[in-house]
């Protein structure tokens, strides 16, 4: 193999598929970021056995060939060359010569048949969506994807892909998020799960334009192309919560609250319910006021906002955490925050519009 590419092209393509290299691992191979030189294009593909991310950038390629490369040591090295035309030769010992200007570095590579395959998504099973919609959908859900390995399935988001329009969903057994955004076409009705690692990354390749990209769905797998890169992901098993029962339909108390004032108040009071064990804030509503206490060992706070209150004045705690983590996916400049009694759970949704909603566990009060 020997090919000629300029180093910020290849820096930036290595940082995008190392992503999905394996940190932690006994087994080498899955730490390496595969190169394959063919038709004037340089291949550079990293995974970790459930995500794959390829990525193709233009180069003079004189000898085609292929190596798998330490992932790590390549990335920092390449980093330091981004202003340099660089040479990659590939020599009997399967060593990569790194040339640039009047310097080289030899770096011994690994056996290349024994990096694993990569699925190919050949799937006429697809939907359109625009860009910056599919970004939107991940980033209202994704932060309430389980971190615990007791349910795999609720590790992913659930995607309900629909004929005009595509459903997310998320829960951890204490907050869900649910998001749904119009698509442009389908040519399935299919409900899938996407390991949240998968959906993280390929929403940092996202942009937020208009540009319609397309899904691929095969079996057991998901595909997302843009700008020459690649995502591949395998698709979690399993049957996902039920989530349409969780949800409440009937309210007690509808709070009507600017986003931002509630966010900056749950902020302030948040610095002293973290030094709490449950970073608790207990909600007071009465009337058309919003009270917002916090109670640890350093001092108390109290927190007023103006509301809009259409029912019975309530009393009920939450994390802070949950609550604001919420807030900040959002842009709406009002929220409806929708409540029956003070152990049941708070289902916050825009003021206008049914695209998205989040539910919120309640805490045990304890003053």
Excluded: H
């Amino acid at each position: 193999m020997k090919v000629f590419c300029q180093g910020l092209d290849l820096s930036e393509a290595i940082l995008k598929v190392i992503k999905a290299a394996s940190s932690k691992t006994t087994n080498p191979i899955l730490e390496g970021i595969k190169l394959t030189a063919e038709d004037n294009t340089l291949i550079l593909v990293a995974t970790d056995g459930e995500l794959a991310i390829e990525k193709r950038i233009v180069a003079d390629v004189k000898i085609e060939g292929e190596t798998v490369i330490p992932g790590k040591f390549f990335s920092e090295y390449v980093r330091k060359l981004t202003g340099e035309q660089i040479e990659l030769t590939l020599n009997e010992k399967n060593q990569l010569k790194i040339k640039y200007t009047d310097s080289e570095v030899f770096i011994q590579c690994l056996n290349v048949l024994e990096f694993p395959n990569v699925q190919k998504i050949e799937s006429e099973e697809y939907f359109e969506i625009e860009q910056a919609e599919l970004k939107d959908l991940i980033q209202k859900t994704i932060f309430s994807v389980s971190l615990e390995d007791t349910r795999p399935v609720l590790k992913g988001c659930l995607f309900e892909v629909g004929e005009n329009k595509v459903t997310s969903v998320a829960l951890d057994g204490y907050r869900l998020a649910l998001a749904v955004k119009p698509i442009k076409k389908s040519t399935a009705k299919v409900s899938l799960i996407i390991p949240g690692r998968s959906l993280n990354e390929m929403s940092k390749l996202l942009d937020d334009s208009n540009e319609t990209i397309r899904v691929y769905m095969q079996k057991n797998y998901l595909m997302v192309e843009q700008n020459s890169t690649k995502i591949i992901t395998r698709l979690l098993d399993g049957d996902f919560i039920n989530y349409k029962q969780i949800i409440p339909t009937n309210f007690t108390s509808v709070v009507t609250v600017n986003r931002l004032q509630l966010e900056d108040a749950l902020d302030r009071a948040s610095i002293l319910a973290r030094v709490s064990s449950d970073n608790s804030v207990k909600f007071n509503i009465k009337d058309n006021v919003l009270n917002l206490q916090a109670r640890s060992e350093i001092g108390n706070v109290d927190e007023n906002l103006t509301i809009a209150l259409s029912g019975e004045d309530l009393t009920i705690s939450f994390d802070a955490r949950f609550f604001k983590e919420c807030l900040r996916v959002t842009e709406d400049d009002f929220l409806k925050l929708c409540f029956t009694t003070s152990i049941n759970p708070c289902v916050v949704r825009p003021n206008e519009g049914e695209d998205y909603l989040f539910l919120i566990l309640p805490l045990k009060q304890l003053y």
